[in-house]
């Protein structure tokens, strides 16, 4: 089960957060990686955890005045990237070119989506993953798993119906153990979650009672 944790731009210590996702993965079989803002990339990865960025810009090296290079966020230590967050989305061109970019860099891809439909046409630009986040539940205190248990089988089928070697995750709400094991037994290989950790006054207690439902 891969478990990747989105610190989006809550005013969490992204280094204490990753050294204790460190400490956490020694103990679990549990796959966990840390998406910090693009500034912290760094730090994070220098405490020895996957690190992954939150987005990569669809270009290539040349006059494009704040963007997020990939090869920029590759140097900084990240080795996947997020791309299409509902927080940060992307046309489909955007998407395509953006997969582009991060394949040149050597980073590992997940495109998120709000349903299946999306997540279908996701997983036909060839990512390495897909995740369905519905969008009302993000933040919330229900996971996808127990609120829309359905979008998530549905978007399984949907990702293996174009493409099988495309990974799907789940996210939104997600923040206890049950909640990851629930997210597994509708198929999911993984999840992304944010608030459950960034927002929790004890991030390590937090992570272990997540990798309890690993
Ligand atoms: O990227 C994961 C995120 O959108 C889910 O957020 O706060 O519902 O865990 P949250």
């Known amino acids: ?19 204790a996702a460190r400490d956490a993965t020694e103990e679990s079989d549990a796959r966990i ?9 760094g730090r ?11 987005h990569v810009a669809p270009v290539d090296h040349g006059s494009h005045t704040g963007h997020t290079l990939a090869e920029a966020v590759r140097a900084a230590g990240a080795t996947g ?3 299409n967050h509902s927080e940060r989305r992307l046309t489909l061109a955007d998407i395509d070119a953006a997969l582009d970019a991060a394949e040149r860099a050597g980073l590992e891809t997940i495109v998120c989506a ?14 390495d993953a897909v995740a369905v986040e519905p969008p009302e539940l993000i933040g919330g205190d229900v996971s996808v798993a127990t609120a829309d248990p359905e979008i998530v089988e549905k978007a399984v089928a949907a990702a293996d119906a174009v493409d099988p070697d495309v990974a799907v995750y789940c996210g939104a709400g997600v923040s206890t153990g049950d909640d990851v094991a629930a997210a597994a037994d509708l198929g999911a290989e993984g999840v992304l979650l944010a608030s459950g950790v960034a927002k929790a006054d004890d991030p390590r207690a937090a992570l272990d009672g997540l990798l309890s439902g690993v």
């Open 33 to 41: 990686a840390i998406a910090p803002q693009t500034a912290h990339l």
């Open 114 to 127: 709000n349903n299946p439909d999306q997540v279908a046409a996701a997983a036909a630009l060839g990512p």
């Open 81 to 83: 990237t997020l791309l």
């Open 1 to 19: 089960m891969f478990v990747l944790v989105n610190l989006k731009t809550y005013p969490c210590d992204p280094a204490t957060v990753a050294e």
């Open 44 to 54: 994070v990865a220098a405490t020895g955890i996957e690190t992954w960025a939150q």
